[in-house]
């Protein structure tokens, strides 16, 4: 019975995300626009902060309740679903046209935080203790997030100008109305986190009850429950033609989750980091290189298209993945 349960939060979970994404996309677009703040930024910070939420929920309550395993688990798995199911499948469902100048900091700067991460974790460490994130790097990567965003405000107040008279007219601008929309953004966020800990709350009953560990739970169930938002904010940004937001979503997502989420777990609750999570952070930073040798492999031209078929081959790069975590663990 309770198995039965669990499967219908699943589902109304699915569809309180797929709702939630659709209201959410459609109106930071829209605002975006009257504003003027390019489709790019509205993506690697309002839609990314909000999609994230489900990570920092299930990533903070973990570390105060000492699940270690959940807690860094569950952004890892989440950062490479993210880079290869959702941005794979959303080439999948729409190719993606990527204007390679817009996303070249992020996409740098997204590497750089992984490789700052693994140094924390594995490497050089504030504490001296590898294998550990302590409280002070915790609260580092927190500051780090905090400039990240206010250097995105700022980018962001100097195209204005230039990015509005361009993409809209003025009588299409006239007709958006600011309240209504952020209205229907704060019901767009109540669905994706609403339906993010359902589907994710219904999936960890679920793979519990055949047992599975709980490292593996974070890397995976858990992982993809929260990753959906994503996954389906992304699509849907995809299918209306916002391209830039589909793509800002996932760097956007990726670095908040590192410094914020991982930052925030571990200044609440030192996160120690066992050896086996060394290879999934190998694997993010693999990952991340692959996109960027698809996204840049193209020298001489600025807009790149991420193809249907590239996008099959990160599908399948996450099947080897999961294929293998299975079976470690």
Do not use: H
């Not at 693994?118 to 790097?137: H, K, P, Q, V």
């Not at 999936?203 to 993809?224: D, F, P, Q």
């Not at 692959?290 to 078929?309: A, T, W």
Request: aromatic share 8%; with cysteine.
């Amino acid at each position: 019975m309770s198995y039965f349960i669990n499967v219908i939060f699943l589902i109304v979970g699915f569809t309180f995300l797929i709702k939630g994404a659709d209201l959410f996309v459609g109106s930071s677009s829209r605002i975006a626009k009257k504003i003027g703040i390019p489709s790019v930024i509205v993506g690697l910070t309002i839609v990314s902060l909000g999609t994230s939420a489900p990570e920092l929920a299930v990533s903070s309550i973990s570390a105060l309740q000492g699940n270690n395993g959940i807690a860094i688990g569950n952004v890892l798995g989440s950062n490479i679903f993210n880079t290869l199911v959702v941005l794979g499948g959303t080439a999948i469902t729409m190719p993606l046209i990527i204007n390679k100048k817009l996303i070249k900091r992020d996409f740098f700067f997204n590497l750089i935080v992984v490789c700052l991460l693994y140094i924390l974790a594995f490497g050089i460490t504030l504490s001296g203790n590898d294998g550990i994130l302590t409280r002070i790097e915790g609260i580092i990567l927190l500051l780090i997030s905090i400039v990240y965003t206010i250097i995105l405000i700022k980018n962001a107040s100097k195209s204005n100008k230039d990015e509005t008279s361009k993409e809209s007219s003025e009588e299409e601008l006239n007709s958006i109305k600011i309240w209504p929309n952020v209205f229907k953004i704060i019901i767009g966020i109540i669905g994706i986190i609403l339906g993010g800990n359902l589907v994710v709350n219904g999936a960890t009953e679920i793979a519990y009850s055949i047992g599975m560990s709980e490292k593996l739970v974070g890397l995976t169930i858990v992982a993809v429950g929260t990753s959906l938002p994503e996954l389906v904010t992304s699509i849907v940004a995809a299918l209306k033609g916002e391209t830039e937001i589909a793509i800002g979503n996932v760097l956007g997502s990726n670095i908040f989750n590192i410094l914020l989420i991982l930052g925030l777990s571990s200044t609440i609750n030192p996160i120690v980091v066992t050896g086996n999570l060394s290879i999934d952070l190998m694997f993010l930073l693999f990952s991340t290189v692959v996109i960027g040798f698809l996204i840049y492999l193209n020298k001489g031209n600025d807009i790149k298209k991420l193809s249907r078929s590239e996008g099959t081959i990160l599908v399948l790069l996450y099947v080897v993945y999961l294929s293998y975590i299975i079976i470690r663990n």
